[in-house]
């Protein structure tokens, strides 16, 4: 099983960008899986969280009310909409399967103030 995060780029403050995390090799569904980031210097945070069998949702306080994860069975893909991107949502994104140590490559998000 691999993980492969995609979607990163540059954006303006205030813009959206889309995620997502496709796994290769095996069926994503059945699996808890969560994004994560991580900025320059500092700790590994986590953001969302998703149960492919039944799509329940978890979020933290820094995702709540602007992030949004998904799953889509058919394309093997869990996808993290983020909408309202501020300066301090810079860092690379990671996904990841809970319980595992499988985790993507990371993605690297630069939100410009």
């Known amino acids: 099983l691999q993980l492969v995060e995609s979607g990163g780029g540059l954006v303006q403050s205030g813009g959206s960008l889309r995620l997502s995390c496709q796994g290769s090799g095996a069926p994503l569904d059945d699996y808890a899986i969560g994004w994560f980031r991580q900025a320059p210097g500092k700790e590994p945070e986590g953001l969302a969280c998703?149960?492919?069998?039944?799509?329940?949702?978890s979020y933290t306080v820094s995702s709540k009310d602007r992030f949004t994860i998904s799953f889509d069975a058919a394309a093997n893909t869990v996808y993290l909409q983020m909408n309202s991107l501020i300066f301090e949502d810079t860092a690379v994104y990671y996904c990841?399967?809970?319980?595992?140590?499988?985790w993507g490559q990371g993605t690297q998000v630069t939100v410009s103030s």
């Open positions: 998703i149960s492919t069998r039944d799509d329940s949702t």
């Open positions: 990841h399967l809970e319980g595992t140590d499988y």
